[in-house]
């Protein structure tokens, strides 16, 4: 897959998932916006990709915060200005809160959906607007496995993963006439700490074998986005190594 001069948007790149996703469009030859909230975190990862062997793109920060409407604005109004220009916008930015939904304030009810959800759908509208000019464009969100399944007291984190998917296939329906695709993926257990920490039967609950990493996220970005897969749209692709298929008995 190639993205030579491919013009990608990242949010929320400064770690985990959305660094991945960034490092590896750059390696394939785009160039990578990392819209991050997190300075230090944005610059580092920005810097990274333009030392890194493996870059045949480049990289360029730009301080994000996804929760302020206007700040959203503003990013798309700098890469329009800039290189005139969209072609994929990943909308992976999010945060969660575990809190008991008898005493999960209405603040951060606001703050989690504000973030996870409302960024979404203006990130998503933003960009249309650039990319409706060229006829094509793609664009991938975020999800999770909690959209479908739940731990206690993860109620505002699910309702804004669940509203992604409902968000995602009612764009594709609606964007779709201008050449847009909207897609969403539904991670499932990513580890970004340490790998080598995890238990044996951390790993046996997967089909797959094995506890996923963020690449394994950033691979399935590129096939969404790769321009001879545009008879796919309105989708979720869950990546989740099959554990939330395999049924699991207590002992």
């Not at 929320?12 to 469009?25: E, F, K, P, S």
């Not at 997190?38 to 915060?65: K, M, P, Y």
């Not at 960024?119 to 650039?130: D, Q």
Request: aromatic share 6%; net charge negative.
């Amino acid at each position: 897959m190639t993205f030579t001069d491919n013009i990608v948007i990242v949010t929320g790149a400064g770690n985990g998932i959305g660094r991945a996703v960034a490092t590896l469009y750059a390696a394939n030859g785009a160039h990578v916006i990392i819209a991050e909230r997190n300075r230090e975190a944005g610059e580092a990862v920005a810097q990274a990709i333009q030392a890194s062997t493996a870059t045949t793109g480049s990289a360029t920060f730009h301080q994000t915060d996804v929760s302020q409407p206007h700040e959203i604005e503003q990013l798309m109004d700098m890469v329009d200005a800039r290189w005139g220009r969209l072609d994929v916008l990943i909308n992976n930015a999010g945060l969660s809160t575990w809190e008991s939904p008898y005493e999960l304030p209405v603040e951060a009810w606001d703050h989690i959906l504000n973030t996870n959800l409302r960024s979404v759908f203006l990130g998503s509208r933003e960009a249309a607007k650039i990319m409706k000019r060229q006829g094509k464009g793609a664009i991938v969100n975020l999800s999770s496995s909690r959209a479908h399944m739940s731990e206690p007291n993860s109620e505002a984190y699910a309702a804004s993963k669940g509203g992604i998917l409902a968000l995602t296939h009612a764009l594709a329906v609606s964007l779709g006439p201008d050449g847009i695709r909207v897609n969403a993926i539904s991670p499932g257990w990513i580890e970004n700490g340490d790998y080598s920490a995890l238990r044996p039967e951390d790993h046996a609950q997967h089909p797959a074998g094995r506890v996923g990493v963020p690449d394994d996220i950033a691979r399935a970005c590129l096939f969404l986005t790769q321009k001879d897969n545009d008879f796919i749209t309105g989708t979720e692709l869950i990546v989740d190594g099959g554990m939330t298929r395999k049924m699991i008995y207590l002992p």
